[in-house]
Structures are given as C-alpha cells and as structure tokens.
C-alpha cells in the first residue's frame, strides 16, 4: 500500500483550493488503508459521499474563480470536472447497486485525478491565479463546504 504525501508543488497558491486537495489525498488515502485491511466496505459510503460534494463544491468555486479572471483553459477545465462529475456519478449508481469492485475503481480514479488533473491542470491555472494576486478566496459568493445530503 502506497499511501500519498502533501508536497509543496501539489499547491495551486489558493489557499481553499489546496486545502480541498489534501482532503482527496486523505480520502484516496483512507480508501488505500481500508483497502489493505479489506475493510472497504465499511467506509465506501462516506468516501462517495465526499467525493460526491468535492465534484460540486469544489469545482463549481474553481470554475468561478476561473470565470471571474478570465481564465483561458475554463472551457477545457471545466469539460475534464464534468467527466469527473460523471465518473462519481458512476461510482454512486454501482456502489447504490451493491457492485463489489468499486471500492478498487474508486482508488484509482483519485490517484489517477491527483496525477492527471490536480498535478498538470490545476497546476497550469496556478501560475495564472498567481500572475492575478489570488491567493484566497474566502466563501466565494457562498459556496459551502457542506456536504449533508449529498448522495440523497
């Protein structure tokens, strides 16, 4: 089991933003460790559930801080949250379903999002938000970090 590290160039300079990352390592993390223990199942449930708010809360205040920038890869951005959105989506219907593997699938995934997207394309919005003087960025017009309800 190979459980993952914060590093500093996992940052994107926006405070809320790193904070939200290092709770997916926890999550991929949690999973990794349950996982070891083939006590997965017991916490699958509050992992999607999780992963269910991140794709919302998340995102949306990415994408509405890229939009009130100006930033130029929103579009792209954007398309690559959405494939994600429906990929937990998935994960959701096949867990709901009672589908034993998911639990393996669901991992990866995070690994795969943390290599892929938090460590190419957030990081290229990075530079952008620095270039800006972004570094906080509060509540963003109210978005919560609440995520009761969120698989209902």
């Known amino acids: 089991m190979l459980l993952v590290e914060w590093k500093p160039e996992f940052s994107v300079g926006v405070e809320r933003f790193d904070e939200e990352h290092r709770h997916l390592i926890s999550l991929l993390n949690q999973l990794q460790v349950a996982l070891a223990d083939q006590?997965?199942?017991?916490?699958?449930?509050?992992?999607?559930?999780?992963l269910v708010w991140y794709t919302r809360s998340h995102f949306k205040a990415e994408e509405v801080l890229m939009k009130r920038y100006a930033y130029p890869g929103l579009v792209s951005h954007r398309a690559e949250h959405d494939r994600f959105r429906e990929k937990v989506a998935q994960f959701v219907d096949h867990f709901q379903c009672g589908r034993a593997v998911i639990a393996v699938e669901v991992s990866d995934a995070l690994l795969e999002w943390l290599i892929d997207h938090?460590?190419?394309?957030?990081?290229?919005?990075?530079?952008?938000?620095?270039?800006?003087?972004?570094?906080?960025?509060?509540?963003?017009?109210?978005?919560?970090?609440?995520?009761?309800?969120?698989?209902?």
Do not use: H, M, P, T
């Open 118 to 152: 938090i460590l190419q394309c957030d990081a290229a919005y990075a530079d952008f938000f620095r270039c800006n003087g972004i570094a906080d960025v509060g509540d963003l017009q109210g978005l919560s970090a609440n995520c009761q309800g969120a698989l209902s």
């Open 39 to 50: 006590r997965e199942n017991l916490i699958l449930g509050a992992i999607l559930k999780e």
